[in-house]
């Protein structure tokens, strides 16, 4: 329980609960759209609290394009040249792709007139590319551990290397294959 209560007091952990609420909310609603299992009145129902927590976390990433584009420009760099390209890149796309989904929400609550449709796709497109250029850094550094271990010859033991000493990098690139289909979809 103190771990949940340490995550939920970061804005970071409370945009991750509310992602998982988001996500599960929305996958229910289709299930029972698709299945017919329940009533339209129950299918609204979950649709509105999926848009509200959508909300909530457009709220809570509010001026958090800043946080990304100082960290791009002026944070810690790896020593390794194509990973602190990488790296350096992968966040000034998501500094854009957030920009974007600011001035979007800034438009659908009403404060601004402005083509909705065409910084969606910017932001789908800024997103798509910080998601790809992250699973080409996962890539490399799965690469230099398979490499540099002395059991490249047996694959069960690189996954389990992988799995149990490197469980952050596994689910690093488990999160970012499937955040990869959100911008896709969206285009």
Same mark, same amino acid.
């Given at each position: 329980?103190?771990?949940? #209560? ?5 804005? +970071? ?5 509310? @992602? ?15 299945? &017919?299992?329940?009533?339209? &009145? ?12 959508? +909300? ?7 001026? @958090? ?15 390794? &040249? ?8 992968? &966040? ?8 974007? *989904?600011?001035?979007?929400? #800034? ?7 402005? *083509? ?11 997103? %798509? ?14 690469? @230099? #551990?398979? +490499? ?21 990098? %596994? ?7 499937? *955040? ?8």
């Amino acid at each position: 329980m103190e771990e949940f #209560i340490k995550l939920n007091n970061q804005t +970071n952990g409370r945009d991750k609960l509310a @992602r998982l609420i988001q996500y599960s909310v929305k996958s229910a609603w289709y299930i029972l759209q698709q299945q &017919k299992l329940s009533s339209a &009145k129950y299918v609204d129902i979950l649709k509105s609290l999926e848009c509200n927590m959508a +909300n909530f976390r457009k709220v809570l990433r509010f001026g @958090r394009f800043t946080d990304h584009l100082y960290l791009a420009l002026f944070g810690k760099v790896s020593s390794v &040249k194509p990973i602190a390209v990488a790296s350096t890149t992968s &966040k000034l796309a998501f500094a854009a792709f957030l920009l974007c *989904d600011h001035i979007l929400w #800034i438009a659908r609550v009403g404060l601004i007139d402005t *083509d909705t449709d065409r910084w969606s796709k910017s932001a789908n497109r800024y997103w %798509a590319i910080s998601v790809c250029v992250q699973l080409l850094i996962d890539t490399y550094e799965i690469y @230099r #551990i398979v +490499n540099s271990s002395k059991i490249s010859d047996r694959r069960s033991d690189i996954y389990l290397l992988l799995f149990h000493h490197r469980k952050d990098l %596994a689910l690093d690139t488990l999160k970012n294959l499937l *955040d990869l289909i959100i911008p896709l979809s969206g285009q």
